[in-house]
């Protein structure tokens, strides 16, 4: 089913038994994040905060669930839009005859039907008109303590080319800088900032409107990875089974969708000098570091007289994203799949790697070299070349059984010919590279291996045997194997001296039992917990370069550093950020309020096993030595 704004979404979500009214009044700034944190890892439901001391309810949580995702894109589960969007570009791709073509002329017709429409008059979204354009009445969200302030975090982006026409949604973060003043975050990769450079081009002044809310299947369309001259809101279309009814703007010429709750118009001028935004608390688990954005400006505020303002909050996994990325590895399979890698059986993101970081992929494998070629074609494809590490294994092996897929990987990986390094674009938040935005990768090729790849057999020295006592080293101050998942891996956790210490000659003193050929050793900070393997690959992936921080020992083991590179040597050349998590005080508010909410049983703060992480500073941290420079 569609639905008609937020407050039909919340109807619907209350109906099912899956809200949480929150009478009482919170703030919007840090106490909000704190209660939301704890719900959405705990698989709490969605929560409405009804006084927030402006005239918005706020709505937050509204998709961390596989049946709450479901709803929002109109069906019973995540499965069916997949198999829907894969019977119909299977379909169309093998009309390759005039027959065949003209029997699939009711289908193509159906979608012509989704194709947005335009209509006259004004829609629900501009009931009310602000007679001021003041972004402080809205409710938003302070999330995380070093945040550089408010920030709008579920804004629906509305942007059209200069020369062609073509609009496109995008969702981008926007911190609020004064009343009719934000920042508009959009990353050098999206489309928004391309349509800002050719307003730039043109010399003239780029109209840019801000919906929130509506149906909640515009929010995820929004974040949808759709090639640039595919309209959003025709996936909208198909998803609910109905065309988007939009509206034009009051202020600029712009259409939105007549159902959203809030829209905010405006405009960004390229002429005008950029403002540094940010830090914000981003989806990384780490903050995102302050730089040069472009000035959106408001000219009108208009609402629905039931406007809900939505938000949600990011930071270390998982978090509501967790689920608008599982709808998205459904939707977007059978793309990948036909256009780019016929032989891919299944692709998952997994929630630790935030998304971009950690791709694991199942393949059916009739030739050698096929793990490789997949690689490749994966690193290249639309918004997969921001992807880190990539692993790829044999059919039937389920990539969403980590523990299959780690077996997999120990089996059948000969780290001196399966692993296919390479350099390239990264996402703009990743910290850990030397460069901004671009950096190493790693492909893994853990297919079974046909007789033409065979290499000689590993003959590892099994680390369940191996002790504590046997790893001397100032620097470690613990040692973690994986006996019970039977795999020949270690996790060292490091406290690094005040003046550093190089990683690369702490790998080279480790002791033989930990460098046999198929062993993988890993490094992390003092203060993590070492038998957490989700918290564990989000650091691997997070906080390492492959082309810097994974190293080939003497005795065949692959090292990899994952700490962070505050005191390492040699000198790490840009700031790195703090981890992300909520601070004392706060922890401490939300505990002593919880039976005020009325939100449940009491959850503690997920901030409190990421606090040891946290560094000297605020949002970020520089590196040892670099104050000498």
């Given at each position: 089913?569609?639905?008609?704004?937020?407050?039909?979404?919340?109807?619907?979500?209350?109906?099912?038994?899956?809200?949480?009214?929150?009478?009482?009044?919170?703030?919007?700034?840090?106490?909000?994040?704190?209660?939301?944190?704890?719900?959405?890892?705990?698989?709490?439901?969605?929560?409405?905060?009804?006084?927030?001391?402006?005239?918005?309810?706020?709505?937050?949580n509204?998709?961390?669930?596989?049946?709450?995702?479901?709803?929002?894109?109109?069906?019973?589960?995540?499965?069916?839009?997949?198999?829907?969007i894969?019977?119909?570009?299977?379909?169309?791709?093998?009309?390759?005859?005039?027959?065949?073509?003209?029997?699939?002329?009711?289908?193509?017709?159906?979608?012509?039907?989704?194709?947005?429409?335009?209509?006259?008059?004004?829609?629900?979204?501009?009931?009310?008109?602000?007679?001021?354009?003041?972004?402080g009445?809205?409710?938003?969200?302070?999330?995380?303590?070093?945040?550089?302030?408010?920030?709008?975090?579920?804004?629906?982006?509305?942007?059209?080319?200069?020369?062609?026409?073509?609009?496109?949604?995008?969702?981008?973060?926007?911190?609020?800088?004064?009343?009719?003043i934000?920042?508009?975050?959009?990353?050098?990769?999206?489309?928004?900032?391309?349509?800002?450079?050719?307003?730039?081009?043109?010399?003239?002044?780029?109209?840019?409107?801000?919906?929130?809310?509506?149906?909640?299947?515009?929010?995820?369309?929004?974040?949808?990875?759709?090639?640039?001259?595919?309209?959003?809101?025709?996936?909208?279309?198909?998803?609910?089974?109905?065309?988007?009814?939009?509206?034009?703007?009051?202020?600029?010429?712009?259409?939105?969708?007549?159902?959203?709750?809030?829209?905010?118009?405006?405009?960004?001028?390229?002429?005008?000098p950029t403002?540094?935004?940010?830090?914000?608390?981003?989806?990384?688990?780490?903050?995102?570091?302050?730089?040069?954005?472009?000035?959106?400006?408001?000219?009108?505020?208009?609402?629905?007289?039931?406007?809900?303002?939505?938000?949600?909050?990011?930071?270390?996994?998982?978090?509501?994203?967790?689920?608008?990325?599982?709808?998205?590895?459904?939707?977007?399979?059978?793309?990948?799949?036909?256009?780019?890698?016929?032989?891919?059986?299944?692709?998952?993101?997994?929630?630790?790697g935030?998304?971009?970081?950690?791709?694991?992929?199942?393949?059916?494998?009739?030739?050698p070299?096929q793990?490789?070629?997949?690689?490749?074609?994966?690193?290249?494809?639309?918004?997969?070349?921001?992807?880190?590490?990539?692993?790829?294994?044999?059919?039937?092996?389920?990539?969403?059984?980590?523990?299959?897929?780690?077996?997999?990987?120990?089996?059948?990986v000969?780290?001196?010919?399966?692993?296919?390094?390479?350099?390239?674009?990264?996402?703009?938040?990743?910290?850990?590279?030397?460069?901004?935005?671009?950096?190493?990768?790693?492909?893994?090729?853990?297919?079974?291996?046909?007789?033409?790849?065979?290499?000689?057999?590993?003959?590892?020295?099994p680390?369940?045997?191996?002790?504590?006592?046997?790893?001397?080293?100032?620097?470690?101050?613990?040692?973690?194997?994986?006996?019970?998942y039977?795999?020949?891996?270690?996790?060292?956790?490091?406290?690094?001296?005040?003046?550093?210490?190089?990683?690369?000659?702490?790998?080279?003193?480790?002791?033989?039992?930990?460098?046999?050929?198929?062993?993988?050793?890993?490094?992390?900070?003092?203060g993590?917990?070492?038998?957490?393997?989700?918290?564990?690959?989000?650091?691997?992936?997070?906080?390492?370069?492959?082309?810097?921080?994974?190293?080939?020992?003497?005795?065949?083991?692959?090292?990899?550093?994952?700490?962070?590179?505050?005191?390492?040597?040699?000198?790490?050349?840009?700031?790195?950020?703090?981890?992300?998590?909520?601070?004392?005080?706060?922890?401490?508010?939300v505990?002593?309020?919880?039976?005020?909410?009325?939100?449940?049983?009491?959850?503690?703060?997920?901030?409190?096993?990421?606090?040891?992480?946290?560094?000297?500073?605020?949002?970020?941290?520089?590196?040892?030595?670099?104050r000498?420079?």
């Amino acid at each position: 089913m569609s639905f008609n704004g937020l407050a039909h979404y919340i109807s619907f979500l209350d109906s099912r038994g899956d809200l949480s009214r929150i009478k009482c009044r919170v703030d919007p700034v840090l106490e909000i994040t704190e209660i939301a944190d704890r719900m959405v890892k705990n698989g709490g439901k969605a929560l409405l905060f009804e006084d927030t001391g402006t005239a918005f309810p706020l709505l937050i949580n509204a998709f961390a669930s596989d049946d709450r995702m479901a709803a929002a894109i109109s069906r019973s589960t995540l499965d069916d839009a997949g198999e829907e969007i894969f019977s119909l570009v299977d379909s169309l791709g093998q009309a390759r005859r005039l027959t065949a073509k003209l029997v699939r002329v009711p289908q193509m017709i159906k979608l012509l039907r989704l194709v947005p429409r335009k209509k006259r008059g004004r829609g629900e979204c501009q009931e009310v008109v602000e007679p001021v354009a003041d972004l402080g009445s809205l409710p938003v969200l302070k999330c995380w303590p070093h945040d550089g302030g408010r920030f709008i975090t579920l804004p629906l982006v509305h942007t059209r080319h200069p020369v062609t026409g073509r609009p496109n949604l995008g969702m981008y973060r926007m911190q609020i800088m004064g009343k009719e003043i934000t920042g508009m975050h959009w990353h050098r990769h999206k489309t928004g900032a391309r349509h800002f450079e050719a307003w730039k081009k043109e010399g003239k002044r780029m109209p840019v409107t801000v919906t929130l809310g509506g149906d909640p299947v515009y929010t995820y369309s929004a974040t949808a990875p759709l090639p640039e001259d595919v309209n959003e809101y025709l996936l909208a279309g198909f998803l609910r089974r109905k065309r988007v009814t939009l509206v034009k703007c009051l202020t600029n010429d712009l259409w939105v969708p007549a159902d959203s709750d809030i829209v905010i118009e405006g405009y960004v001028d390229p002429s005008e000098p950029t403002v540094t935004e940010g830090p914000f608390g981003d989806h990384t688990g780490f903050y995102s570091l302050s730089d040069q954005y472009p000035v959106f400006h408001v000219t009108c505020i208009t609402h629905r007289k039931d406007a809900v303002y939505p938000a949600t909050i990011v930071g270390v996994p998982p978090m509501e994203d967790a689920w608008m990325g599982k709808a998205t590895e459904k939707i977007f399979f059978a793309p990948i799949k036909l256009a780019i890698a016929p032989e891919i059986r299944e692709l998952h993101m997994p929630v630790s790697g935030v998304a971009h970081n950690l791709v694991l992929v199942s393949i059916d494998k009739t030739y050698p070299g096929q793990g490789l070629k997949v690689l490749s074609a994966l690193f290249g494809a639309g918004q997969m070349m921001l992807s880190k590490y990539i692993i790829v294994v044999s059919s039937p092996v389920n990539v969403h059984d980590y523990q299959a897929v780690a077996d997999a990987l120990f089996a059948n990986v000969r780290f001196e010919t399966d692993l296919l390094h390479t350099r390239g674009p990264l996402d703009v938040l990743d910290h850990s590279s030397d460069r901004f935005s671009m950096g190493g990768k790693m492909g893994i090729d853990a297919t079974i291996k046909l007789s033409e790849e065979r290499t000689a057999e590993y003959h590892s020295v099994p680390l369940l045997l191996l002790t504590d006592a046997e790893v001397i080293s100032d620097a470690i101050t613990g040692m973690k194997t994986m006996a019970e998942y039977a795999l020949p891996l270690a996790v060292l956790t490091i406290r690094k001296p005040p003046q550093g210490l190089d990683m690369r000659r702490l790998a080279a003193s480790l002791p033989s039992a930990l460098t046999t050929a198929g062993t993988v050793v890993i490094a992390v900070d003092e203060g993590v917990d070492a038998d957490d393997p989700a918290m564990i690959t989000w650091l691997v992936t997070g906080n390492s370069d492959p082309a810097r921080d994974i190293h080939l020992l003497e005795g065949g083991a692959l090292f990899i550093d994952a700490t962070s590179k505050t005191q390492s040597l040699p000198v790490f050349p840009r700031e790195w950020p703090n981890v992300v998590c909520s601070d004392s005080e706060t922890i401490a508010l939300v505990d002593r309020r919880w039976n005020e909410y009325g939100a449940g049983d009491f959850l503690p703060s997920p901030s409190l096993k990421l606090l040891p992480l946290l560094r000297p500073g605020e949002a970020s941290v520089r590196p040892a030595n670099a104050r000498e420079k």
